[in-house]
């Protein structure tokens, strides 16, 4: 028996003591990344997300999180409702297990197929409006902080050097690790060119509360629209060109559609008219943000060595997604470029 289905009636006894919802079908719902999800049937016919913690979780931060999400909600977002436990919590915790509880998005998909058609203005209006949303959060207003703090090529190189020393004391034979090894040395010889793109950002960017983990699995699809954010995460200040580029240049969309330059201009029109607040430098910076970021990351490249029980054939197919989308975007950039200073001078 796997892990989740042995958690399958522990869950189901939570529901009805802890939400007043009395389940009759609890299945495994989609693969988290650090937790077990299900999907509840209840009595009415209705449905439920649970997501299931494992011991050992922050459950304060994961608290936070989800009150972020409802922030958003408050403020007109596309987020589920989180259903509060009998005694006003977020979360409830009993026998060793703790679990919230959020409102079934039907019929949608993630943004893991890629951004295409209507779905680029879709997109980016949602993440523009979320992102005029999170800039009123309690947690402060949006500041500026030095370009090298959003791109940081001197702890790139530091990470990089650290992975490399690992991969040596464990020379991998084969497969992925031996793949991520010469990736992380060619990453390393590459970084004097990634150094001298991220000089061409602008000297200060603005950071503000964010979503934290705007990547395609947490945007939920329905035909041309957004159906859903999900999975925020804790407040904390990042720079909101860098997270509209991480959604809208997602390597699986870069990579499978030609005209992304296109694309990323209509994202970004509708980005700005729904926050118009973000300097349009900052806008013009999204590709290059992009590029040099995913330039100075060593995600998935480090799950070899740190976790190597989680390297699945679909984060190795992430993994050389991400390196080849590293490659395009640079080739390509002058053209993007070129294509947001028409829109936005």
């Not at 958690?7 to 609890?26: E, H, K, N, Q, S």
């Not at 989609?30 to 999907?39: E, I, K, L, Q, S």
């Not at 439920?48 to 011991?55: I, N, S, T």
């Not at 200040?237 to 240049?249: N, T």
Request: hydrophobic content about 45%.
């Amino acid at each position: 028996m796997s892990g989740a289905e042995s958690d399958v009636m522990p869950v189901a006894g939570i529901l009805p003591l802890f939400y007043r919802i009395i389940p009759t079908a609890v299945d495994e719902g989609p693969a988290g990344t650090a937790t077990r999800n299900y999907v509840a049937r209840d009595s009415e016919g209705g449905r439920w997300f649970v997501k299931a913690y494992p011991v050992g979780t922050d459950l304060d931060a994961e608290r936070q999180a989800l009150e972020l999400g409802q922030f958003a909600r408050l403020g007109g977002l596309p987020v589920p409702v989180v259903r509060q436990a009998l005694d006003g919590d977020l979360i409830a915790a009993a026998g060793g297990m703790a679990v919230s509880v959020t409102a079934y998005v039907k019929n949608a998909e993630t943004a893991e197929g890629g951004l295409s058609g209507d779905r680029w203005a879709a997109v980016g209006e949602t993440v523009g409006r979320l992102h005029r949303t999170l800039a009123r959060h309690p947690a402060g207003p949006p500041r500026r902080v030095p370009a090298r703090e959003v791109c940081d090529v001197e702890r790139a190189r530091q990470r990089l050097d650290r992975l490399l020393a690992l991969f040596a004391k464990r020379r991998p034979a084969s497969g992925f690790p031996t793949w991520a090894r010469e990736t992380a040395a060619a990453r390393l010889d590459a970084l004097p060119a990634v150094a001298a793109m991220v000089k061409g950002l602008p000297t200060s960017l603005t950071v503000q509360t964010v979503h934290g983990d705007l990547a395609s699995p947490n945007l939920l699809l329905r035909g041309q629209q957004v159906a859903a954010l999900i999975d925020f995460r804790p407040p904390s200040h990042r720079s909101p060109a860098w997270e509209l580029g991480r959604i809208v240049l997602d390597p699986r969309t870069v990579l499978a559609e030609p005209e992304w330059p296109t694309g990323l201009a209509e994202a970004i029109a509708a980005y700005r008219a729904a926050n118009p607040a973000l300097p349009p430098e900052e806008l013009l910076a999204v590709p290059r943000l992009a590029a040099g970021y995913m330039a100075c990351s060593v995600y998935p490249l480090s799950e070899a060595v740190d976790d190597p029980a989680a390297v699945t054939p679909e984060l190795e197919a992430y993994g050389h997604n991400r390196h080849a989308a590293v490659a395009e975007l640079c080739e390509r950039l002058t053209e993007a470029e070129e294509v947001l200073h028409d829109l936005l001078h």
